[in-house]
Structures are given as structure tokens and as C-alpha cells.
């Protein structure tokens, strides 16, 4: 038999999720699935002050109470933990700084049990001033959170501001920002504000945590970076990363950023540490996940801009307070990022940006996809809008005018760009949206546009084994987080390989066996271990030829590889991959291709020079009921730079996804606080999210400006996808009523009354 030269590719095909049918016939596994004998189940007692001392805790009753096999304190757990700061114990020592914070924790043969034990801890606090606003807490004199805030250890680009309430301080500036605006024709400035929102993870929090009896620790959690959690346990209890294993259940039921870092996987060990090596399982409740997990910055943002009167941005300059509640989590990148976007997509020779990462008494604020974009965009994207109006151009053609093209300059980071699709995403978006069309009253037309990098620089290493039968398993770290990255690197390793998709399998995470990853977030994994996996399929493929060429009697560069089998490039009788490997090991051996990512570039992580951008544009068409306030949504547009789509469908899955994310925390999410600091709202009754019934019509559109060093020209998309959301519906609220809001969400409140104030003729 012999094989037909020629093959249909598998990038850039919607080849169908290759954990669809898991997902779809319910058989797929979370963490909350796992079942283990012996297991105990924990529960936390949470702090009911926002900012207090604990004079006393009383664990004695809870610990005689029958079916409790163990009680811990922070005194029990002294180790803190933090992405950027170490600034965060696990359970409160001495005093506790936000309400939901955890200060006791009790491990029971059941939950009853343990909720039970947990009302009998007693807890005598003395309450200490607290503050909850950004300015508040800025002022001279305002309650310190963190007193001992300059002993903290933290990464080399983070710098806390002693004896104030700053855990971070960044500042950016090029040109000269004075000069710039003295030389403009038009000079616009103002302050917009982001509400706090959160991630609304369907599937709740939750870890096991074992400790066998050489002291070695096993955690089995929904993390979205199993390798960093195994180094954050590690830094934090100051034991090596070998006495620590992380394995992640097959699948994780939402993340977008929530999912990473030190959640409740501490408390569960130092349960675990008392309990004779039986597991402990903690699952957060809805309430608990709110209060205690993290929210979405909120954000105050003030923007100025100055331009000539042909449109061209010749200055801007942009501070931006976040408000990064009682501990700093990832508030200092998230910061660093928005400030990376401060001033927009746009060539602007003078600018200055300055961002406050601020500790307030709220919850913990940090990572929510996007990571400091939405909120700066929401600003400069609103002012750039107002500028067009006040220059009486369009504001599609300002956009295009200073949009950054092909060898543009990053305005922050000073790096020369390649891969830009802006101006390509711009006129499409616009097209299809029909800009410049005439509407009816109160229907109106908005745009906006982003770009964003990536982590980097980051690593990711992946094994592609080859097994005796001619299966094919891809080993590595990334996590199927609802993103489709199985599908994905199955197909990067097919086409590669020359492997069937339906004979590839891909592992889940377990650090004890799966290598090193960053982590799967920043929308990186396409990129990054789309480039491992690659390398590790070559070098598979290479091995095999090299046993193959024996059985040709030609050499490797003469064969190839597909559909599971290797042939003479010139046609010839084929062989299987289990032919091969058989023919020569008819006792069995697998051949194990290797393969990592590290992109060489300037700098050290969070400070140098990103590996790729990704870039976006968004138009939408609205209308309103000027009766009632309801902003409708009639017609959404959005067109992102992929680099190389591997997948569209998945592009797609991904567009419409964040569009309605970014069309939830637009219009109706906002966590409310009382002037206590306690959340008022922390359910999926009170806090509202769009649902199924809310999706409008989103028209994803694909740009591909393909990337030199991505897998097949690839790059990422999921973070940036509902970036440009709040102000392009901003924009059309204001194309179609004249008013403009400042504060989000634009709820049907704020838009009924910001038009009566109009027709009053209030200011």
C-alpha cells in the first residue's frame, strides 16, 4: 500500500474540543468530584471587622467538641505568603484587616461538624479606624493596614512606600509631557471611576491537602499555575519545592484570574499537619468566594490629553489609583499592567504615567482577566472620545491616526513592535458596525480599541511521548481552565507530528510528573507552550525517522510523518508509528521528544520587554430608553489580532466569551460595600451577572497578523477580549444620547437620571 503525498493542515481548522463529549455528557471531574477515604472536611471562621486587634482566641470548646480531629490558629500556621509583597498570613496573627479574613479553622469527620465547632470558637477583638477609599487612605495621618510594611519581603520591581498605605509606586515617562501640552491645540482632561466586580467562578473554591507520614505534602486543587503554587508553598513554609506535590483535577470550572496564587490551599495544610495523615477537604461557599477570595480592582482614573488640531496626540498624561484592599496579592502587576496601558494603543511622543497600588480595609483585590487593563482603558478610551468631539473630528479617524502600526515604538515599555494588527482590527470593527451610518434617535454608535502584553519573560517545558502503540501523550503543566488548550496543543503536535488528533492525549498537571509551566494565565499558553510542545513533537519526530531510516534504507530527511505513519517523502510502501518503534523494541520502549520556551528579550519578569502584544477593536451599536434609562445592546462588533489563528472556532469561543464578561461589569456588576466594609451583595442573587438570556448579538471577526516566534504565527487573546468593552459602549451611549457617564456601570439608574439632568439642562 502506498500513501498519498499531500495532507490537509490541522491549523487554522475548527477541529471540534477534544473534551467535549467530558464535558457535555457530565462525566468531566473538578476538584469538588475527588473522593478519598478518611477525608475530613474543613471549615475557616472568617474575621467580622474590618480593621481590629485580636486581644483573644478560645479554641477550647470546638476542640472537645465530638468529630473535631483538629483546630488551628494563625499561631499554628505562622507563614505568610504573596506573589508580590509577602505580606499575607494565612489565618490573622494579631489583627485582622479586612471583614472575611480568616483567623481559625477547624477540620471535622463531617461539614455539619465542623460548621458546628467553628460557632464555638470565641474571638475578643478591639477595633482599630479602618479606611476603605483609595484618596482616604492616602492622606497623611490615614490608619496604617500594614505597619511593619517596610520589613515585608517583595519582588525586585515592586516599592512599598513606608509608613503610608502605597504597596506599590510605578512611574513611566518619555518625551517631554510640559512641552507636549504647552505645544497643543486642544488640551482635555478628567476622572473616571471603576466599580470593584467579581470573577463569578461557577465552580467554587476548594483544595484537599495530605500529609503523609515523612511530612510530605500533597494538595489536589483547581489552580491555574500548579508549578508557581508548589514554589509559593514552598517559599512560604520555608521547606524545599520536593517535599511539596500539586496535582490539579482534570478540569477547572472558571478561573479568569481568580484561580491563581495562595487561596485556601495553606489553611487545608495546616489542618492536614494535625490530622494523622487523613486528607482535608475546605470548599468554599458562594458568600465565602466573594468575601474572601478576590474581586476586581476598583479604580479611580484621571486622564489628560493634548493634541494638534489635525488630530495627532502629542501628550498625555494618566494617574491611576487602585485600590487593592487589605493585602497586596497581585495588586502591583495588576497596577504595572494597567499603567502599561495608560495612555492607550496610540504613538504619543510625550507622556507620563504615574499608578498608586493602595491597601484599603476592602477585601483582596487582584488578577481578573484583563489585569489592570479595564479599568485604564475605560478611561483614555472615554477621553480620546471626548477629545474627538472637542476637535469636531471623528473619533474612528483620531483613533486611526494614532493608532501604533508595524515598527511603532512601545509608549512604555520602549520596545519596537512587529505582529500589529490595530489599524486592520479598527477598519473592520468599523465596517461591519456600519460607522457613519445614520440612525434613529436614540440609537447610537461607539468604538474603542486596546492592546496588551503578555507575562513575560515565562517558561514552558512539555514532553511529547510516542508510546509503543503509536498513541501519542503531550505531558505538560498548562490547565484546561475552559480555554480549549487540550484542543489546541492536540493540534500543534498533529501537525507537527504528523500524529491523528484522536490518538493524542494530553495529561493533566501534577508536579511530581508534569514539567515545569509558568502558569496558564496571561494568555500565554498558546504562544509559550504552543512553542514547547512544538519543539518536543520535532524532536520526537526526529528519533522516529531515525529508527525508520534503518527500515527504508534512507535517510531521516528523505521521510515524513503523517496520520500516524512514516513514508519515503516520494511515495512508498508506509509504516505505522507502532511499526516502527515495534520493529525495532518488540519488548516495548516509548520515544520521549523534549521541548521548552523561553524567549530571549530584554529584562526580568514584569519589567522588560513583552514577547508578543495582542491587539483589539470594538464597535457597537445601542439603544436607549431614555424612559427607563435600559441601555439595549442591538449589535456587537469585535475584532481582535490573533497573530495565527490555530483554532478559529476557539478564537471565536473566546471573543464572544469576554464581550459578555465586559458587557456584565459594563452595565450591571458592582460590589457594594456598607460603610462598615462589610459586602452587601455577595451571591448570584444580589450581585448581577448577564446570563444566556442577556448574550446579544456578537460578531467575533479574526485579524491575523502572524507573529515571527508563535507556534504556526500564533499569539494569545483571551485577557483582552473584554478590555475594550466599557468604553465603546460608553461611546455609543453618549453617540446616541449626548450624555456621558464618568462612573460605571452605567446602570439603567445612572443613564435615566444623567438624561433628566440633561433635558433640565443640569451640568
Not at 78 to 88: I, N, V
Not at 431 to 448: C, L, M, S, T, Y
Request: proline share 6%; with cysteine.
Amino acid at each position: 500500500m502506498t500513501v498519498q503525498i499531500g495532507r490537509e493542515s490541522f491549523i487554522g481548522k475548527s477541529l471540534p474540543r477534544v473534551d467535549a463529549l467530558d464535558k457535555v455528557t457530565g462525566r468531566a471531574v473538578y476538584g469538588d468530584d475527588i473522593k478519598m477515604t478518611g477525608l475530613l472536611y474543613g471549615k475557616i471562621l472568617r474575621s467580622t471587622r474590618a480593621h481590629a486587634k485580636i486581644k483573644r482566641i478560645d479554641v477550647s470548646k470546638a476542640k472537645a467538641l465530638e468529630g473535631v480531629k483538629a483546630v488551628v490558629t494563625g499561631r499554628d500556621a505562622p507563614f505568610r505568603g504573596g506573589e508580590a509583597l509577602r505580606d499575607q498570613p494565612f489565618l490573622a496573627i494579631d489583627k485582622v484587616r479586612f471583614i472575611g479574613e480568616p483567623v481559625a479553622a477547624v477540620a471535622a469527620v463531617d461539614e455539619k461538624i465542623a460548621e458546628e465547632a467553628i460557632k464555638l470558637i470565641e474571638v475578643e477583638y478591639e477595633d482599630l479606624p479602618a479606611v476603605f477609599d483609595v484618596f482616604e487612605a492616602l492622606k497623611p495621618g490615614a490608619p496604617l493596614i500594614h505597619e511593619e510594611l517596610h520589613t515585608y519581603e517583595h519582588i525586585p520591581i515592586v516599592s512599598p512606600v513606608p509608613g503610608t498605605n502605597i504597596c506599590a509606586k510605578f512611574e513611566f515617562e518619555r518625551g517631554d509631557i510640559e512641552k507636549g501640552f504647552a505645544d497643543a491645540d486642544v488640551v482635555i482632561e478628567d476622572t473616571f471611576t471603576f466599580a470593584p466586580s467579581h470573577h463569578g467562578q461557577i465552580e467554587p473554591f476548594m483544595a484537599i491537602a495530605q500529609v503523609d507520614y515523612n511530612g510530605r505534602i500533597t494538595v489536589w486543587v483547581p489552580n491555574d499555575a500548579p508549578s508557581r503554587l508548589r514554589k509559593d508553598l514552598s517559599d512560604a513554609m520555608k521547606i524545599p519545592q520536593d517535599r511539596i506535590r500539586v496535582i490539579s483535577p482534570p478540569y477547572m470550572g472558571g478561573g479568569f484570574g481568580g484561580k491563581g496564587g495562595l487561596k485556601v490551599e495553606m489553611v487545608c495544610i495546616a489542618l492536614a499537619m494535625h490530622t494523622e495523615c487523613r486528607p482535608v477537604k475546605i470548599r468554599l461557599t458562594r458568600e465565602e468566594t466573594f468575601e474572601a477570595t478576590l474581586t476586581r480592582h476598583g479604580a479611580v482614573c484621571w486622564v489628560k490629553m493634548g493634541a494638534k488640531k489635525d488630530g495627532r496626540i502629542i501628550a498625555c498624561h494618566s494617574k491611576l489609583f487602585y485600590n487593592t484592599g487589605a493585602y497586596a496579592e497581585k495588586g502591583p502587576t495588576v497596577t504595572l499592567h494597567g499603567c502599561e496601558s495608560g495612555v492607550g494603543p496610540y504613538d504619543i511622543p510625550n507622556i507620563k504615567v504615574e499608578g498608586y497600588c493602595v491597601y484599603t480595609n476592602r477585601p483582596i483585590a487582584g488578577a481578573l482577566r484583563g489585569y489592570g487593563l479595564p479599568q485604564s482603558s475605560w478611561a483614555h478610551e472615554s477621553l480620546i472620545d471626548m477629545l474627538s468631539h472637542k476637535l469636531g473630528m471623528d473619533p474612528l479617524e483620531v483613533r486611526l491616526k494614532n493608532a501604533l502600526v508595524e515598527g511603532s515604538i512601545n509608549p512604555i515599555r520602549g520596545d519596537r513592535l512587529f505582529s500589529v494588527g490595530l489599524k486592520e482590527c479598527l477598519e473592520k470593527a468599523a465596517k461591519e458596525i456600519e460607522w457613519g451610518k445614520k440612525r434613529p434617535p436614540n440609537r447610537g454608535v461607539g468604538i474603542a480599541c486596546e492592546y496588551k502584553a503578555t507575562k513575560t519573560p515565562s517558561g514552558s517545558t512539555a514532553f511529547v511521548r510516542i508510546e509503543q502503540d503509536g498513541s501519542v501523550e503531550v505531558v505538560t503543566s498548562s490547565v484546561e481552565i475552559g480555554q480549549g488548550v487540550r484542543t489546541i496543543l492536540t493540534q500543534i503536535v498533529a501537525e507537527e507530528l504528523g500524529a491523528s488528533p484522536n490518538l493524542i492525549k494530553v495529561t493533566v498537571p501534577d508536579t511530581d510528573y508534569t514539567p515545569f509551566d509558568a502558569s496558564t494565565t496571561a494568555s500565554r499558553t498558546t504562544f509559550h507552550m504552543g512553542n514547547a510542545v512544538r519543539e518536543a513533537a520535532r524532536d520526537a519526530k526526529r528519533q522516529l525517522l531515525e529508527l525508520a531510516s534503518k527500515l527504508f534504507n534512507l535517510s531521516p530527511d528523505q521521510l515524513d510523518t503523517w496520520d500516524n505513519k512514516v513514508f519515503p517523502k516520494g511515495g512508498g510502501k508506509e509504516m505505522t508509528f507502532r511499526e516502527v518503534i515495534t520493529s525495532h523494541y518488540g519488548a516495548g520502549l516509548s520515544i520521549l521528544g523534549r521541548g521548552s520556551y523561553y524567549p530571549n528579550i530584554p529584562g526580568t519578569l514584569f519589567s522588560g520587554h513583552s514577547v508578543f502584544y495582542m491587539y483589539a477593536a470594538h464597535a457597537v451599536e445601542i439603544e436607549v430608553d431614555v424612559e427607563t434609562g435600559i441601555i439595549t445592546i442591538l449589535k456587537y462588533v469585535a475584532a481582535h489580532d490573533v497573530g495565527r489563528a490555530i483554532n478559529p472556532k476557539a478564537c471565536e469561543g473566546q471573543i464572544e466569551g469576554g464581550v459578555l464578561q465586559g458587557i456584565g461589569s459594563t452595565l450591571y456588576e458592582e460590589i457594594i460595600y456598607d460603610d462598615k466594609g462589610k459586602m452587601l451583595n455577595p451571591n448570584f442573587r444580589d450581585y448581577k451577572m448577564p446570563t444566556a438570556m442577556d448574550m446579544p448579538k456578537i460578531i467575533p471577526i479574526i485579524v491575523e497578523a502572524p507573529h515571527k516566534e508563535g507556534p504556526f504565527g500564533a499569539k494569545g487573546i483571551g485577557e483582552i477580549t473584554l478590555v475594550p468593552v466599557a468604553p465603546a459602549i460608553a461611546n455609543a451611549l453618549f453617540n446616541a444620547t449626548g450624555v456621558r457617564i464618568k462612573e460605571l456601570p452605567l446602570t439603567a439608574e445612572k443613564v435615566y437620571f444623567a438624561i433628566k439632568k440633561q433635558k433640565e439642562g443640569v451640568r
